[in-house]
């Protein structure tokens, strides 16, 4: 056990490294190669670019190793409690190692990337996960709001093809925003059910009254307030979403009936 303690705080250590070359070096090389645009940037865009590269491959990486888990770790599924941890504290090291270097980065440029909200979400994440790495509680429950993660790519494309000047009616951006809306309602909204169906069948259970009172309170309090933001958002993606389909299907009905007069 405490030579997997000490695998947990590497995991940690090296998750928070690698996130900072990525943001500091090999965003901005890569970026260069492949967006042209890149160097056009202002510097604020180039922090908040950077910040959201690494936002996007930490998303993939820990999405990918979520889905991992739900389908091959038996002992996690078939008891979501006190279930063996051991591929869940994986998971979730490398996401605190993230949270963490991600936090330094917005205090640090505060300026260009800097959001009172993003600070309190990362706080009350790391505060959740210490029951998940310190006592291996909910293993099943920390792993499955993971899902959510792959929403991220689609967002932060959103911004990239923004500050590229791609407009928000040309098929580059429709398509992301398709996509973004879809993956956003199957992994944060769609999945509402299976996450509640899991935790009512836990609750008043024998496993449930051996969680500690501070644990039970962070995982029912902040299952229900992240999901009332999910569903904010999701509101406010399918309007967006709406309005800019509606929108591209008036330009080619008006360049159709133009044509037709000329």
Same mark, same amino acid.
């Given at each position: ?79 979501? %409690?006190? +279930?063996? /941890?051991?591929?869940? $504290?994986? !998971?979730? @090291? ?9 936090? *330094? ?57 923004? %500050?590229? +000047?791609? /407009?928000?009616?040309? $098929?580059? !951006?429709? @398509? ?9 309602? *199957? ?76």
């Amino acid at each position: 056990m405490e030579f997997f303690n000490q695998l947990i705080l590497a995991v940690s250590v090296t998750s928070f490294i690698t996130f900072q070359v990525l943001f500091h070096y090999l965003s901005s090389w890569v970026s260069t190669r492949v967006s042209p645009g890149f160097k056009k940037l202002s510097e604020k865009q180039k922090i908040e670019w950077n910040s959201r590269t690494v936002s996007t491959f930490h998303a993939l990486v820990v999405g990918v190793f979520c889905l991992y888990i739900l389908h091959f770790d038996d002992a996690v599924n078939e008891d979501p %409690v006190w +279930g063996d /941890p051991a591929l869940v $504290k994986l !998971n979730v @090291a490398i996401t605190t190692g993230y949270l963490i270097s991600d936090l *330094l980065l917005i205090f640090y440029h505060w300026k260009a990337i800097g959001d009172k909200f993003f600070v309190v979400h990362h706080l009350a994440a790391l505060y959740a996960y210490y029951y998940v790495l310190g006592q291996g509680l909910l293993p099943y429950f920390a792993n499955f709001r993971l899902l959510a993660e792959f929403s991220t790519p689609c967002v932060n494309q959103r911004w990239f093809f923004e %500050v590229l +000047g791609y /407009p928000k009616s040309s $098929k580059p !951006n429709i @398509a992301n925003g398709v996509m973004m809306a879809v993956i956003f309602f *199957l992994v944060r909204i769609a999945v509402m059910p299976i996450y509640y169906e899991r935790m009512f069948s836990i609750y008043g259970t024998e496993a449930f009254y051996r969680l500690p009172f501070g644990g039970r309170s962070a995982w029912m309090c902040s299952s229900i307030c992240l999901d009332v933001m999910n569903v904010m958002w999701m509101h406010r993606i399918a309007r967006g979403c709406y309005r800019v389909l509606r929108y591209r299907k008036k330009t080619e009905e008006d360049a159709q009936q133009n044509g037709k007069i000329d």
